[in-house]
Nanobody
Framework: QEQLVESGGGSVQAGGSLKLSCSAP????????MAWFRQAPGKEREGVAS????????YYVDSVKGRFTISQDNAKNTLYLQMNSVKPEDTAMYYC??????????????????WGQGTQVTVSS
């Protein structure tokens, strides 16, 4: 099937690093636009980063530029989010997602049709 499964979340102190992984079928990684979203309690889901290898593009929300890096390794069937210099405001459930549709709005959750169940990231001061 086409289920996406996140891992790598946990608790980390501000300024530290964390690397999230999302296991995905190869055909998803090769054909779909991929993204990481996050949602904090009581807040709307927001796009964090997106990548579309076929189109050669990556996108980041302003708040994580220079700190987070999205990448994928098709040989390992994995999408990654490297999180460096984390801040307390990065605390949220992080979700990976895939968009198999034609339209591409990189950080818009409404455009993604495949989702994982999320992995929690908690950053302490």
């Amino acid at each position: 099937q086409e289920q996406l499964v996140e891992s790598g979340g946990g608790s980390v102190q501000a300024g530290g690093s964390l690397k999230l992984s999302c296991s995905a079928p190869e055909h998803i990684l090769r054909s779909c636009k991929m993204a990481w979203f996050r949602q904090a309690p009581g807040k709307e889901r927001e796009g964090v980063a997106s990548i579309f290898t076929a189109g050669g593009g990556t996108y980041y929300v302003d708040s994580v530029k220079g700190r987070f890096t999205i990448s994928q390794d098709n040989a390992k069937n994995t999408l990654y989010l490297q999180m460096n210099s984390v801040k307390p405001e990065d605390t949220a459930m992080y979700y990976c997602a895939a968009n198999s549709r034609s339209r591409y709005m990189p950080l818009d959750p409404k455009e993604y049709n495949y989702w994982g169940q999320g992995t929690q990231v908690t950053v302490s001061s």
